[in-house]
């Protein structure tokens, strides 16, 4: 071919080319895309996370998320918990900025699926192609003065990253002496349903904190006989429960130790694997402890006996600089009764609106528990006080706790809210000492901050009116306006809700008979977290089952079950039920 011809031929081809791009249509800002991203599992079996999430408007507005490539002994485990994770945050997500990595990872993680919740948040962002935020870990400059000092840390081992705390983070504490010599002390968390592995020894913590040298061995350590496990058969088992250590060498990011540990679904397992090696089920691990030195605090101030009011507020358990979901329920200030060291609290609390699938429903706090210190892996119900009514219904309008110290500034606590049933929150529960109160106890409930739930019978029903009239279970002084007889307790939880599917797409659901219960509500959605419709209530205690009729087929339904006690004209309702989901 000819120069000039082949230049024509060319020439054609590029003018032809650049017709085809510029009739291309060009994607604006707004218009809708979707991206795949994925991320890992290594816990227990590990697998991966892929997510595909729909932008529009450079906002996320749907987000699917599938488990794929499971291993090990726990895949049943990770599916049921992705799952869960992946109701819940599905929704969470949406509205979320695709360019603001902060506001993707404020979202909070779901109770009982840490791991599947993280992942899903790390998918999110490879597939936005944004970094996750890392948090700067400023050392401090200074010796610290002679004392105890709170302080949060992660502790996890090597190679596969477990958490020796149970969760990622936990509240330790840091001795300091006359030299500026610093000893931290942690709880060790064997046997929980996030970790189920067993920490039977530490065997020291690095001279120096320099892992080319030896391990020093004179680590204060308590140790508890715990129950296992171990297939059909229960055995017992020596754990490390506590440990004080040195942090040497000055101030540091991480200090590195050496634990010992056993996995009883891996007691067959012998030889090396991802680097550790195996002597059925038991291995020894390097671990790293991680001091957040931006949490550290000197420890709490004694407060003199009295009776104050408080300024409290609920944040979230994993975010402690975000507010809980629970948070707009509780009154901006707890009344606190303390003697001879000792604090009795009295949380007032009141209905909230929540955005529910694009539609506000009330939320009403129903139980409220406390954990014992900073160990989560043990916690108690407070104890309801005085009730408020809302639309016919009594709600506890208080819950009150005791606790070994006064002037606590952070208390780890769980709420059940019955707008989100069957997903109780780890919440941190924050007091705010230095501006606190004193008030005299001549209105024994406190008034909270005016605690006005402006329900529908014209905002008349406080938590506590300040009137002097209401219950404060701690003391016994008994209620004389227009209240519940506060006594009376709701019934317990609805528990065991199951199906069997019938013909001609019907339903027939059953659960567990509550002895105290004068009968049960039947609630009914198309999405977990959407807005339930009662189909059902069962005014005969001895019925434990409802048959459903009209149903679609292949369509997916949620369904939760609570119990009532008559209390006078009005209804006590207990916990609903987890969540029974339901594809016919």
């Not at 507005?61 to 599916?79: C, F, H, M, T």
């Not at 991802?274 to 671990?287: E, L, M, R, V």
């Not at 605090?297 to 006996?305: M, Y």
């Not at 004389?480 to 019907?506: D, E, I, W, Y």
Request: glycine share 8%.
């Amino acid at each position: 071919m000819r120069k000039k011809e082949w230049f024509y031929k060319a020439a054609a081809c590029i003018a032809s080319a650049a017709l085809i791009l510029t009739a291309l249509p060009v994607i604006s800002a707004s218009a809708a895309t979707s991206v795949k991203g994925t991320s890992h599992v290594t816990q227990f079996g590990e697998y991966d996370i892929e997510v595909t999430v729909g932008v529009e408007d450079q906002k996320i507005s749907s987000l699917l998320a599938e488990g794929k490539n499971y291993a090990g002994n726990y895949v049943s485990d990770n599916q049921l918990r992705l799952e869960m994770a992946a109701e819940v945050l599905e929704e969470a997500y949406l509205g979320k900025s695709t360019a603001d990595a902060k506001e993707i990872s404020a979202v909070d993680i779901v109770s009982g699926a840490t791991y599947s919740s993280k992942a899903i948040r790390d998918a999110i962002l490879d597939a936005l192609g944004l970094e996750p935020e890392q948090e700067e870990n400023v050392l401090p400059t200074e010796k610290l003065k002679e004392g105890t000092y709170t302080v949060t840390i992660s502790y996890y081992t090597d190679k596969i990253k477990h958490s020796l705390i149970e969760d990622e983070t936990r509240q330790a504490t840091i001795q300091v002496d006359a030299d500026g010599n610093m000893t931290l002390t942690t709880d060790i968390i064997s046997g929980s349903e996030k970790e189920p592995l067993y920490i039977y020894q530490f065997d020291g913590y690095y001279a120096d904190n320099d892992m080319t040298k030896s391990l020093k061995t004179d680590a204060d350590i308590t140790t508890e006989t715990m129950s296992y496990k171990d297939d059909s058969e229960t055995k017992e088992i020596n754990v490390v429960s506590k440990v004080s250590f040195s942090l040497e060498n000055g101030f540091a990011d991480t200090y590195s130790s050496r634990a010992s540990i056993y996995v009883p679904t891996m007691k067959r397992l012998t030889g090396t694997y991802q680097g550790i090696t195996f002597d059925q089920g038991k291995f020894s691990a390097d671990c790293f402890t991680k001091v957040y030195w931006n949490t550290l605090k000197a420890q709490d101030e004694a407060i003199e006996d009295g009776v104050y009011d408080v300024p409290v507020a609920l944040m979230s358990a994993s975010n402690p600089d975000k507010s809980s979901m629970a948070g707009a329920a509780i009154a901006p200030n707890a009344r606190v009764t303390v003697k001879d060291g000792k604090a009795q609290y009295k949380l007032n609390f009141y209905s909230m609106d929540i955005n529910m699938a694009g539609s506000t429903e009330k939320g009403h706090l129903e139980k409220f528990w406390v954990y014992e210190g900073d160990n989560k892996s043990s916690r108690a119900e407070a104890m309801p006080g005085d009730s408020y009514t809302e639309e016919g219904v009594s709600y506890p309008g208080s819950f009150s706790f005791e606790r070994t110290t006064a002037g606590e500034k952070r208390i780890y606590a769980r709420v059940s809210v019955d707008a989100m049933a069957g997903f109780d929150q780890d919440v941190l529960v924050t007091f705010d000492w230095a501006n606190r109160k004193t008030v005299k106890d001549d209105n024994p409930g406190g008034n909270g901050g005016n605690n006005n739930n402006n329900n529908n019978n014209g905002g008349n029903n406080n938590a506590n009116n300040g009137n002097g009239n209401s219950q404060n279970s701690a003391n016994g002084n008994t209620n004389t306006g227009n209240q519940n007889n506060s006594s009376v307790k709701a019934p317990a939880a609805v528990k065991n809700l199951k199906k069997k599917k019938g013909k001609k797409n019907t339903l027939t659901l059953s659960w567990k008979k509550i002895t105290d219960a004068n009968g049960y509500e039947v609630y009914q959605a198309t999405k977990a977290k959407g807005k339930y419709k009662k189909i059902k209530t069962i005014s005969k205690a001895k019925t434990t089952k409802l048959t459903v009729k009209k149903l679609k087929a292949k369509k997916t339904y949620y369904f939760k079950v609570r119990a009532y006690k008559k209390n006078g004209k009005q209804k006590l309702f207990g916990t609903y039920s987890k969540v029974l989901k339901v594809k016919m």
